[in-house]
């Protein structure tokens, strides 16, 4: 802790960096509306002629969320484009030559399979690979999926996990993600793939976009350390932690319980540059 930097507001440091990845979900929005300080930030990050990419463990492709945030009330003139893990699985998708898929998600997301050779299966035993998108329902829990999962790891397919987290906060709740999923599925003795933060292919399709690459010039924002803080560390690059979303429980009355963060962080082993109890200009 005594090498990281306590922020009270953005404008401390967002003139040191040129190129932003910040994430969405718990840093930009809680699923249901984008936070009230965002739009300031992102006015100055474009005042100076600064470079924003929404980089998130989203499930769906980049179109899809593009039009979630317009919805939203966020101007598409305020970011350069959005990289989310969905579009980086129907990516690779595209180059496999599976068949019979299952996916595990809800139907807003099978459009993962739009445009592709795959046929869904109702059955666990004709399964090639599993798509796993994340649980079917806000209010459902592991214990739902152990039986599914224990049913197709039989046959052994290998699951594409298109959403690395294992958790994220909707509104006030805590929910489960794809990530947990996975997890339970390789415990069982299943094979993963993910895709997003903090793998390395999200972060070398976001490179792509980007002419002159100079890491030192680049700032991760994020508020899971398993994902945007290691993937951050992964890259060399500097990071700014939110703590304001999966990890509110280091948070005290007064703003940030530097006890809690540190103790989290040495848990994890996972370290970011700065950190901020909400992203605020």
């Keep these: 802790m005594n090498n990281l930097i306590k922020l009270k507001n953005f404008s401390e440091i ?33 005042l100076l002629n600064k470079k924003v990419f929404f980089m998130t463990n989203a499930p769906r492709r980049s179109k899809v969320i593009e039009k979630q945030l ?24 595209k180059k496999k030559s599976y068949k019979f898929c299952y996916i595990i998600g809800p139907e807003r997301d099978h459009h993962l399979i739009e445009g592709l050779d795959y046929e869904v299966s109702k059955d666990y035993e004709n399964v090639e690979i599993i798509i796993n998108t994340g649980p079917w329902g806000f209010e459902d829990k592991l214990e739902n999926y152990k039986p ?4 197709l790891v039989k046959s052994k397919p290998l699951m594409i996990c298109s959403n690395p987290d294992k958790i994220v906060v909707r509104g006030d709740r805590f929910v489960i993600c794809a990530g ?23 972060y070398n399709y976001c490179y792509e976009k980007i002419s002159q690459i100079n890491k030192r010039k680049i700032l ?12 951050a560390n992964n890259q060399n690059l500097d990071s700014l932690l ?14 940030i319980d530097k006890a809690k963060l540190n103790d989290l962080i040495i848990k994890k082993k996972i370290t970011p540059t700065y950190y901020i109890r909400d992203l605020i200009f």
């Design 242 to 255: 939110v703590t304001d979303g999966i990890h509110r429980d280091v948070n005290s009355e007064k703003g």
């Design 220 to 231: 991760v924002i994020g508020d899971s350390l398993d994902n945007d803080i290691k993937g």
């Design 70 to 93: 317009s919805l939203f009330g966020l101007s598409r003139d305020l970011y350069e484009c959005v990289i989310s893990s969905g579009e980086i699985t129907w990516q690779s998708l």
């Design 148 to 151: 599914i999962l224990e049913g």
């Design 14 to 46: 967002y003139e040191n960096y040129d190129i932003f990845f910040i994430d969405l979900w718990g840093v930009v929005h809680n699923g249901e509306k984008i936070f009230n300080g965002i739009y300031k930030v992102l006015d100055e990050i474009k």
């Design 180 to 202: 947990l999923l996975a997890q339970y599925y390789e415990s069982i003795g299943g094979d993963v793939n993910y895709y997003g933060k903090p793998y390395n292919e999200i």
